[in-house]
């Protein structure tokens, strides 16, 4: 069965300055990875995935992330934080031919001070 | 991207009656939606899998008769929420996956916020 971990659960950033929200996974298969936004009260969007493709991933918004499979990692990076990125951000894991148990990380909460 | 409507946003309710929550893929066929609940500051919570034309497969913990899921269609799936309580309160939120495709991200509606008093 796989499973999710952020390690952080709040992170607070200055505008402009790099973000970086962490993720480590463990999966019995080779998984898809994916990294998804939430903003107060609305659905989730997805930044990015990861489908046995290429280890780095761009996304939308300036995010991309990095799959390191010898460290079961899928961590998020942006190089200068913006206020609108401020909003919980999930980490997810997938696996199985056609993506069956979808698994959600507990999220992370990111501020972004002026 | 795909596109999945959820409806209502919002909906406030007595305690005891019933409320549905629809979720439509808007351009593409799902043979498969996801039924998530959010408490809050909290990640989401799978409670069930709607399969079209056949019974959704409900998560350890969560009462098939109080959540009541239909597929009828390629498109729509809908939860009802029989006999509401206040501790029913929480964000719902559905998915979709296009059908036929391998390892395909998850196309989120925008969630319904139940309240019930």
């Known amino acids: 069965a796989q499973s999710v971990t952020q390690l952080d659960s709040h992170v607070s950033v200055s505008e402009g300055t790099p973000v970086l929200l962490r993720c480590n996974y463990s999966?019995?298969?080779?998984?898809?990875l994916f990294w998804y936004v939430q903003h107060p009260n609305k659905g989730l969007q997805l930044l990015l995935k990861y489908t046995s493709a290429a280890t780095l991933v761009k996304g939308i918004n300036g995010f991309e992330a990095e799959f390191k499979k010898s460290e079961t990692s899928f961590h998020l990076t942006k190089p200068s934080a913006h206020m609108s990125d401020a909003a919980e951000y999930f980490c997810?894991?997938?696996?199985?031919?056609?993506?069956?148990?979808?698994?959600f990380g507990p999220g992370t909460r990111l501020s972004v001070l002026p | 991207g795909a596109v999945v409507s959820q409806h209502p946003s919002r909906v406030i309710c007595k305690s005891g009656t019933s409320v549905k929550i629809e979720c439509r893929s808007l351009d593409f066929q799902a043979t498969t939606m996801f039924w998530y609940r959010q408490f809050p500051k909290q990640s989401l919570m799978l409670m069930a899998t709607?399969?079209?034309?056949?019974?959704?497969?409900?998560e350890q913990g969560v009462e098939k008769d109080k959540f009541l899921i239909n597929h009828a269609s390629l498109t729509l799936s809908t939860l009802t929420v029989t006999s509401a309580h206040p501790e029913d309160s929480s964000f719902y939120i559905c998915?979709?996956?296009?059908?036929?495709?391998?390892?395909?991200?998850?196309?989120f509606g925008q969630g319904t916020r139940l309240t019930v008093v």
């Open positions: 998915s979709a996956r296009p059908a036929g495709y391998l390892n395909t991200e998850a196309f």
């Open positions: 709607s399969n079209e034309g056949s019974k959704a497969t409900y």
């Open positions: 997810v894991v997938s696996e199985g031919n056609y993506g069956q148990n979808f698994v």
């Open positions: 999966s019995s298969y080779s998984p898809s």
